[in-house]
């Protein structure tokens, strides 16, 4: 069981990465985000354990937003489901194995967003599609982007965060002792164009 709880974290970690990524502000248009500078951590929750999580180490995509212009907004991350870490190699073999994530057969995750809704200076909203195990479905994602009031013309912090139901993705391990929700947040330290 403490090992689905930690699947289903590191696949709502992906699950992040790939829907969170969100603008931050701004009179000075668009903004595009490295994946390099990229980490997406996810977490779920059990009736007999404590929250567990993990994070996906290799995240590669563009994401760029512009607030002034929401339809030039697009994100489209991929995200490597073998580089899965809970931080325990015996509990990683069981995420990635057929019964979670089945990395042999799926090896990526991917987010690619159909609309972008601006919430306000700080804040988005980005609607799109999860496609993790073969099987695609709508996940909505809010962002906040912050810039440091002293450098403004800075590179902007994105953090994003989301909840994906992982009995949609064919993941019912553990489930209902561990729950079928997984929060995932994504972080970032883009470069401003």
């Known amino acids: 069981m403490a090992g689905m709880g930690k699947f289903v974290r590191r696949a709502v970690l992906g699950v992040g990465a790939l829907v969170a990524l969100s603008a931050t502000a701004s009179a000075q248009g668009a903004v595009s985000v490295s994946p390099a500078?990229?980490?997406?951590?996810?977490?779920?929750n059990s009736f007999f354990l404590p929250v567990k999580g993990g994070s996906f180490n290799d995240v590669s995509?563009?994401?760029?937003?512009?607030?002034?212009?929401p339809?030039?907004?697009?994100?489209a991350v991929k995200v490597d489901a073998r580089t899965l870490d809970a931080g325990v190699p015996r509990y990683n073999a069981f995420l990635r194995g057929a019964s979670v994530f089945d990395v042999a057969r799926y090896?990526?995750?991917?987010?690619t967003s159909t609309r972008m809704t601006r919430i306000d200076d700080t804040h988005a909203r980005f609607d799109g599609l999860l496609t993790m195990r073969g099987v695609t479905r709508p996940l909505s994602v809010i962002a906040t982007a912050?810039?440091?009031?002293a450098n403004p013309r800075g590179p902007?912090?994105?953090?994003?965060?989301?909840q994906l139901n992982r009995?949609?993705?064919?993941?019912?391990?553990?489930?209902?002792?561990?729950?079928?929700?997984?929060?995932?947040?994504l972080t970032t330290q883009p470069s401003a164009d």
């Open 37 to 44: 500078s990229t980490a997406v951590r996810v977490s779920v």
């Open 61 to 69: 995509g563009a994401i760029t937003v512009d607030f002034a212009r």
């Open 71 to 75: 339809e030039r907004s697009r994100i």
């Open 107 to 111: 090896p990526s995750m991917t987010f």
């Open 146 to 149: 912050v810039r440091d009031p």
């Open 156 to 162: 902007t912090r994105f953090t994003a965060r989301g």
């Open 167 to 185: 009995l949609e993705f064919g993941i019912d391990r553990g489930y209902p002792l561990v729950t079928a929700m997984v929060d995932f947040v």
